[in-house]
């Protein structure tokens, strides 16, 4: 029989035991021994393989002397969310993810977006928090590495008013300047292949989730046909996007050609 293919939750809840456990300075057979379970049944917890009962997370807890912080995270991860059920998954492997990497063709990428940008996109004020509360993996320690490639038309399309405009690409300024993100403008023409806006996320464990929008909905894929064309699409839109540096100075003639 073929193995279960992990799923987002449960690659969110292993990377989050095997943070914890490495924080503890204990090996997979030690965290075993002490909640009367095998080195593999760690294993398998760790890489997303099986899912545990909550009352092992309480018995993780308890051996690693991390209060509820596991515990919590189970049941994080098996409420609802308010996502879209199409996008529901897909930012626990956000979340999780050692490396993302996003291409956009419309708008800014939802973890650059500034607070005052996405309330004009978005439809309540509880959506604008849950993104504001996303953006906060870019800054945790062993924050991912972020790749980011916008579409130049996204600098000149008008989104709440001019001063948000401004203030959004003086934001993409801002964290082109942070060690784990690049960002490139990709000039406006035909890339084959950039036809929709996509986000890679990379696990621990080098699996692979993907993104896929389009103007209606959306769809997470695991499939490797799916990882494939997106990966080679990334690659070709970076090969044709203009370099980091002149990317921001693209950035600053707009704020100041467009926006001031």
Not at 18 to 47: H, K, P
Not at 117 to 138: F, N, P
Not at 245 to 256: F, Q, T
């Amino acid at each position: 029989m073929a193995a279960r293919k992990p799923t987002a939750k449960l690659l969110a809840f292993g990377a989050e035991v095997r943070r914890t456990r490495e924080e503890a300075g204990i090996t997979r057979t030690e965290l075993g021994a002490r909640v009367a379970v095998t080195r593999s049944y760690i294993s398998q917890v760790e890489l997303g393989r099986t899912k545990c009962r909550r009352d092992f997370t309480e018995r993780l807890d308890k051996a690693l002397e991390t209060g509820t912080t596991l515990a919590d995270k189970w049941d994080e991860l098996v409420r609802s969310s308010g996502y879209p059920k199409y996008f529901a998954d897909f930012p626990l492997a956000e979340a999780s993810a050692v490396m993302l990497r996003a291409f956009e063709i419309r708008l800014v990428y939802g973890l650059f977006q500034t607070e005052a940008y996405a309330g004009a996109i978005l439809e309540s004020e509880e959506h604008v928090k849950e993104r504001m509360q996303r953006q906060k993996i870019l800054t945790k320690p062993n924050a991912p590495s972020v790749f980011v490639v916008l579409d130049e038309s996204v600098l000149y399309r008008e989104v709440g008013s001019p001063g948000i405009m401004r203030e959004q690409l003086e934001h993409l300024i801002a964290l082109s300047e942070r060690n784990n993100i690049t960002l490139q403008i990709a000039p406006m023409g035909y890339i084959r292949g950039a036809r929709a806006p996509f986000v890679i996320a990379t696990q621990p464990d080098r699996s692979e989730l993907v993104y896929l929008d389009n103007c209606v909905t959306g769809e997470t894929s695991g499939v490797p046909d799916d990882l494939a064309t997106v990966t080679e699409t990334f690659s070709r839109l970076q090969a044709n996007a203009l370099s980091p540096s002149a990317s921001v100075e693209l950035i600053r003639k707009v704020v100041s050609e467009r926006w001031t």
